[in-house]
């Protein structure tokens, strides 16, 4: 079984296509990932499940 280039991007468009089906209020928040969740206060770094859920929102904006 060969490594393709095909194969690299098919992975990678299944694996958007699974963050873009992620809904907040089925999913995300019966795990804690809920937009409630995110708040931060002002100066604060933001922590890499903030991150995650930036990155889960902004995929889910540009495949709409």
């Known amino acids: 079984m060969a490594f393709t280039l095909y194969a690299l991007i098919q992975a990678a ?6 963050v873009a089906v992620l809904h907040e209020e ?3 928040s019966k795990i804690g990932w809920g937009v409630d969740q995110s708040v931060g206060g002002f100066g604060d770094e933001p922590g890499v499940k903030v991150q995650l859920m930036n990155l889960i929102r902004s995929v889910r904006t540009v495949m709409r």
């Open 26 to 28: 089925r999913f995300l």
């Open 13 to 18: 468009v299944l694996c958007v296509n699974a």
